[in-house]
C-alpha cells in the first residue's frame, strides 16, 4: 500500500492542464511508488473516466465549509479554495500528502522528495514567493511623502476578511507563502488551525484567495512548525521568468547557480496578446537562455 499522495484538482476548463501535471509526474520511475490523487470541481463525465485510468484515485470536491450561494455563482472550481485544506477527508489512506496545483507541473523529481521530507513530524512544507530577483516584495501606493497606502495581497485579503487590525499589521510584510504546492502529514495539527482560520477568511472575505490568507496567518500568526522550501521548489513564472538550458533541455533559475526548476507553475497566467497560456497551448513567449541566447518557448509542460 502506497503511503504517499499528490493530489490536484481541476474542472472541465483546466482538464488538459491537469492531465500534463498527471503525465509529467509518471514519467518519473519514482511515481509507482505514489498515489496520483484528484479532485474533480466540474469535469466532464468523459473527462472523469478518462483521468481514472491514469490516477489511482478520483473524489467529487464538496463545500466543505458552507458559504453563502452568492459568493459561488456556479463557479465550482472555487472548491479548490476549500476543499485542499480537508485531504485528509477525501483520501484517508495516505499518510503524507502533496498538493499541487494543476497548473503546475514537474520538472525535476528532487522537489517531490524535498515536500514529503519536509511535512516529516507533522510540520507544514511550503515555499515563499521570495528569492533572488524579486523586484517588489510588497505594494503600496504612495500618498504624499512619507504617507502610503499599504496594498500588499497578505493584509488586503487581511483588511477584506475583517482579520484584526494588529494581526493584518504582521502579515503586511510578511513574505508571501503561495499555497499552490505544500505538503502535510495526515494527523499534522496543522490541518486543524488552518481550517480554523479559512472558517474566519470565508465568513467576511472572498472566496478566491480565502485559503491563502488562511494558511499565511496559520503561519506567521499561529506560528505552525513549517519548513520553508526553496523557491525551485514552487516557481512562479509570473513573478519572476525561468531561463533555458539548452544543453540539458531544462529550465532552470535566471541567476546562479542557476538550479533546475523543480515545479513549473503558471499561478496568474503567462499571458501575451491578451492570451493565457494556461488555456492557450499554443502561447509561447520570448525566453533567455543560458548561453545568453533568446527561445521561442511555451512553459507548459510537453509544449
Not at 86 to 104: G, R, T, V
Not at 106 to 122: E, M, T
Not at 193 to 199: E, H, V
Amino acid at each position: 500500500m502506497k503511503n504517499k499522495a499528490i493530489v490536484s484538482l481541476a474542472d472541465s476548463n483546466y482538464f488538459e492542464l491537469l492531465n500534463e501535471l498527471i503525465d509529467s509526474i509518471k514519467r518519473f520511475e519514482q511515481s509507482k511508488n505514489v498515489s496520483i490523487c484528484v479532485l474533480d470541481s466540474g469535469l466532464t463525465e468523459e473527462q472523469h473516466n478518462e483521468l481514472k485510468k491514469k490516477v489511482d484515485e478520483i473524489k467529487k470536491a464538496e463545500w466543505d465549509i458552507e458559504v453563502p450561494n452568492y459568493k459561488v455563482k456556479g463557479k465550482e472550481w472555487l472548491k479548490s479554495q476549500v476543499s485542499r485544506a480537508y485531504l485528509p477527508k477525501y483520501f484517508p489512506n495516505y499518510e503524507k500528502y502533496l498538493w499541487i496545483d494543476c497548473d503546475a507541473w514537474v520538472n525535476d523529481w528532487n522537489s517531490i522528495d524535498l515536500y514529503f521530507k519536509a511535512c516529516n513530524d507533522g510540520k507544514l512544507g511550503i515555499t515563499q514567493t521570495i528569492g533572488p530577483g524579486y523586484r517588489v516584495m510588497s505594494k503600496v501606493k504612495w500618498i504624499y511623502g512619507k504617507l502610503a497606502i499599504i496594498k500588499s495581497q497578505n493584509f488586503k485579503h487581511a483588511i477584506a476578511s475583517k482579520i484584526d487590525i494588529n494581526n493584518a499589521r504582521k502579515l503586511a510584510f510578511a513574505p508571501h507563502i503561495n499555497i499552490g504546492t505544500f505538503s502535510l502529514e495526515k494527523n499534522s495539527k496543522c490541518w486543524e488551525i488552518w481550517q480554523k482560520n479559512l472558517r474566519k477568511t470565508l465568513s467576511a472575505g472572498n472566496i478566491f484567495g480565502s485559503e491563502g490568507l488562511a494558511i499565511n496567518i496559520s503561519v506567521y500568526i499561529d506560528e505552525v512548525n513549517t519548513e520553508f522550501l526553496p523557491l525551485n521548489c514552487n516557481w512562479i513564472a509570473s513573478n519572476l521568468l525561468p531561463k533555458y538550458d539548452e544543453k540539458n533541455q531544462t529550465f532552470v533559475e535566471p541567476f546562479l547557480p542557476n538550479n533546475k526548476i523543480g515545479i513549473m507553475h503558471l499561478a496568474a497566467g503567462i499571458w501575451k496578446d491578451n492570451k493565457d497560456m494556461r488555456l492557450n497551448k499554443s502561447i509561447k513567449i520570448e525566453i533567455k537562455t543560458l548561453e545568453n541566447g533568446l527561445l521561442n518557448k511555451s512553459l507548459r509542460f510537453g509544449h
